[in-house]
């Protein structure tokens, strides 16, 4: 099967702006009442548990707002790391909530990645929100040896090109040390000192922090620099004098961010949650995912209590939202591809509309199928999948040209094979927009917890040669 060009995604448009007091760059910290204490920036990553960007598994827009409610208790402003999927929703969404957002570009090795990343960038610069405070192009580019320092210059002065707002990159602050030509290009830098990674023990870290930032500032004094990253993590393996626990984590967070604050030095605390996936493939080990202040699940850890809000019941995926809308108005929402396939290999008969999904099946094939499927585009075994059994129902909105139109619509689980022998139930259509409402349990062949492609459509039901043109607008699971 050959995926389609995929969608463009649902966009939040801001509708209300926030006025707000800035520091550095235009930011002002946030004064947590609970302890009198003033936090100034987080670092902030959506992953659940269950979700992983290697993936394709992106946090749905509900979840992200949920985070930014619980994250605007304690700071003004957050950081982000990526622009593609639902990622580019983050800065609507902090808009709306009141929170400044300094915008993460994600690049890397892969060209074409890249570009999406910078597309998805000029949109943002183009809604004009007076939130996003600046552009971070690049998160340890250089650390990971993914760019020429000249490539990331070229894309630094792309974004700068186009943007009246700060535009810098990210990186472990001795990659600014080594390249100052990179200093040079950017409004501001973003530097990472990890005490952990440098095996100093949690009882100096702060110290060694502060020092650290105070060197890199000394060397470049004409140049905003902020902490880009700094934490310690709450539970891995030892490195060196470094000994990850939640004690350690406590005992650094308060500290650090006491001091920052009396030497007035801007920070972006590293991390708000804990993310599972990073233990994998990141070379991060264990720790990797234990950097948060609140656990993958919501729950605040217990040392915190009394210094942050309570936790937030963050589902691990999506199936405790009350819907679970798959496309809206003809787009795909985060985290969903589609694919198109029939016996002839065509794979050009389906296009979006305006404010509404258009297939029009060619007739004369021994058959046809559309199909939205989890984790992005379709891919071969081992396939991603999604929990639908807390719901009940698919309804999908949709309307025939003619009203001459049948189709079956289906679902299929991770493991069905490709053989159309999975479970289907057929529709004759009406000419008039109208609201179908499938039970989830008709379904039988399906296993719902593991739900692969999320609505199929398949051609012909009756007439071999008979052209088809239907229209399809929404499509949502409900409980």
């Known amino acids: 099967m050959k995926a389609i060009t995929s969608l463009h995604r649902v966009r939040f448009i801001a509708i209300s702006l926030s006025i707000f007091i800035s520091l550095t760059i235009g930011y002002q910290s946030q004064n947590n009442a609970a302890t009198n204490t ?22 749905s827009r509900y979840q992200i707002r949920q985070d930014l409610q619980i994250i605007s208790k304690f700071t003004t402003c957050i950081r982000t790391y990526g622009v593609t999927d639902s990622l580019y929703d983050i800065p609507f969404i902090a808009n ?22 910078i597309n ?10 007076a939130n996003v405070k600046g552009f971070i192009v690049g998160n340890e580019v250089i650390l990971r040896k993914d760019l020429q320092i000249n490539v990331l210059s070229q894309y630094i002065k792309r974004i700068k090109n186009i943007t009246k707002i700060p535009v810098g990159t990210a990186d472990i602050y001795p990659s600014f040390y080594q390249n100052p030509s990179i200093v040079e290009k950017c409004d501001f830098i973003l530097a990472h ?39 310690y993590p709450s539970a891995g393996k030892a490195y060196g004098s470094a000994v990850p626990s939640q004690k350690n984590q406590d005992l650094f967070f308060k500290e650090f ?3 920052a604050n009396k030497a007035n030095i801007p920070y972006f605390y590293f991390d708000v949650f804990d993310e599972d996936w990073k233990s994998i493939g990141t070379g991060e080990g264990e720790a990797g995912k234990h950097w948060g202040l609140y656990d993958t699940n919501g729950n605040l850890k217990p040392l915190f209590s009394g210094t942050l ?3 937030i019941n963050r589902s691990p995926d999506k199936t405790l939202d009350p819907e679970y809308p798959v496309l809206i108005n003809g787009k795909l929402t985060s985290g969903f591809g589609m694919g198109v396939d029939d016996s002839e290999h065509l794979r050009n008969w389906v296009s979006p509309s ?7 099946y060619p007739g004369g094939l021994l058959w046809g199928a559309v199909f939205m499927t989890v984790g992005g585009d379709p891919v071969d075994r081992p396939r991603p ?14 309307k025939g040209l003619t009203g001459d139109e049948y189709v079956c619509v289906g679902l299929k689980d991770a493991q069905d094979p490709d053989n159309g022998a999975e479970a289907k139930e057929v529709i004759r259509f009406s000419t008039d927009w109208k609201v179908y409402e499938f039970e989830l349990s008709d379904f039988e062949t399906c296993q719902l917890d593991q739900i692969y492609v999320v609505a199929e459509f398949v051609f012909p039901y009756l007439d071999y040669n008979q052209t088809q043109t239907i229209q399809i607008k929404n499509i949502t699971f409900t409980r």
Request: hydrophobic share 35%.
């Open 193 to 231: 000192i990890h005490p952990y990674w440098e095996k100093v023990a949690a009882k100096d870290a702060t110290a060694h922090v502060i020092k650290t930032y105070k060197g890199l500032k000394f060397k470049y004094p004409n140049k905003t620099i902020m902490i880009g990253e700094t934490g």
């Open 385 to 398: 999948h999604l929990d639908f059994s807390r719901y009940t129902r698919l309804v999908i909105e949709m």
């Open 309 to 311: 809000p309570v936790g």
């Open 257 to 259: 961010t006491r001091e």
């Open 120 to 129: 998805s960038a000029i949109k943002i610069t183009q809604a004009n929100l």
């Open 354 to 360: 305006e404010d509404f999904l258009q297939i029009r």
């Open 96 to 117: 709306e909530i009141g929170l400044n957002c300094y915008v993460g570009i994600w690049l890397g090795k892969d060209k074409e990645k890249n570009e999406m990343e």
């Open 38 to 59: 003033t936090y100034y920036a987080f670092c902030y990553s959506p992953f659940r548990a269950g979700q992983d960007p290697n993936r394709g598994i992106y946090p």
